[in-house]
């Protein structure tokens, strides 16, 4: 008497947990399937010590997409950035659900950074209906195409043999006339003087735009977005 029998049962699913990732490994998310020279950071890099060269800690790449994305901001805490390179299927902002994006913005207020690197073509990030407009930074994009990248070496490399694109695409970013300040801080200008990654500031984390084509295929089969050149100094980092 007063012990409860099991029901029946109604189905069985076996699956594998994949091997959890310490906590002390800082953890990247990629939105995307190119990931843009953050290879550098990571500890398959070609060295023995088993630790990155360009960081204090190991860093894990995480593939992510937008439906794989949590609905709570608790599941992107552990989390330090997220770099969104992808478009298409299942990688567009406005595909996001409501609790997803909303999941995002409250990370990068608790101290998160998004990094979106604009795609070459049809990007919508500027769109004020997307779901995470709120957060991105008070921008116009200018796109300009057939531009020579090698006016802008020093911002990807500091390889003066790798060939870079003559033809390539760079988008522009212009402060809003009413931006206030904070919300679109130029971080990386072109030979111009004009900003090509901005960032703004939203509560303790921030949201940066790279316009510059740094997912491309081009730039990925040359290895030349150098994470030492180009990414410490997108994230705040340090490298040697």
Same mark, same amino acid.
């Given at each position: 008497?007063?012990?409860?029998?099991?029901?029946?049962?109604?189905?069985?699913?076996?699956?594998? /947990?994949?091997?959890?990732?310490?906590?002390?490994?800082?953890?990247? =998310?990629?939105?995307?399937?190119?990931?843009?020279?953050?290879?550098?950071?990571?500890?398959?890099?070609?060295?023995?010590?088993?630790?990155?060269?360009?960081? *204090?800690?190991?860093?894990?790449? $995480?593939?992510? !997409?937008?439906? !794989?994305?949590?609905?709570?901001?608790?599941?992107?805490? =552990?989390?330090?950035?997220? $770099?969104?390179?992808?478009?298409?299927?299942?990688?567009?902002?406005?595909?996001? !659900?409501?609790?997803?994006?909303?999941?995002?913005?409250?990370?990068?207020?608790?101290?998160? *950074?998004?990094?979106?690197?604009?795609?070459? $073509?049809? #990007?919508?990030?500027?769109?004020?209906?997307?779901?995470?407009?709120?957060?991105?930074?008070?921008?116009?994009?200018?796109?300009?195409?057939?531009?020579?990248?090698?006016?802008?070496?020093?911002?990807?490399?500091?390889?003066?043999?790798?060939?870079?694109?003559?033809?390539?695409?760079? #988008? /522009?970013?212009?402060?809003?006339?009413?931006?206030?300040?904070?919300?679109?801080?130029?971080?990386?200008?072109?030979?111009?003087?004009? !900003?090509?990654?901005? %960032?703004?500031?939203?509560?303790?984390?921030? /949201?940066?735009?790279?316009?510059?084509?740094?997912?491309?295929? %081009?730039?990925?089969?040359?290895?030349? $977005?150098?994470?030492?050149?180009?990414?410490?100094?997108?994230?705040?980092?340090?490298?040697?």
């Amino acid at each position: 008497a007063g012990v409860a029998r099991a029901g029946a049962l109604l189905g069985r699913t076996k699956f594998r /947990v994949p091997a959890p990732i310490e906590s002390r490994v800082g953890l990247f =998310g990629v939105v995307g399937r190119n990931i843009a020279g953050l290879r550098n950071f990571t500890t398959d890099a070609g060295y023995n010590s088993g630790h990155p060269p360009m960081a *204090h800690e190991k860093v894990e790449l $995480v593939a992510m !997409s937008v439906s !794989s994305l949590p609905d709570r901001w608790m599941g992107l805490s =552990g989390m330090e950035t997220i $770099v969104w390179t992808g478009t298409g299927p299942d990688m567009e902002p406005s595909e996001l !659900s409501e609790d997803s994006a909303a999941a995002i913005r409250e990370w990068v207020m608790r101290g998160g *950074h998004l990094v979106v690197v604009l795609p070459a $073509v049809g #990007q919508n990030w500027t769109d004020p209906r997307q779901p995470l407009a709120e957060i991105f930074p008070r921008i116009s994009v200018q796109r300009l195409e057939a531009v020579d990248l090698n006016p802008y070496r020093a911002l990807l490399t500091d390889d003066a043999k790798v060939a870079l694109p003559t033809a390539g695409v760079v #988008q /522009v970013l212009e402060p809003l006339p009413d931006a206030k300040p904070g919300e679109a801080t130029r971080v990386l200008v072109g030979p111009d003087g004009k !900003s090509v990654v901005t %960032t703004r500031t939203v509560g303790s984390g921030a /949201v940066t735009v790279v316009g510059l084509d740094v997912a491309s295929r %081009t730039l990925d089969g040359l290895n030349a $977005v150098k994470a030492d050149v180009f990414w410490n100094r997108v994230l705040g980092r340090r490298g040697r």
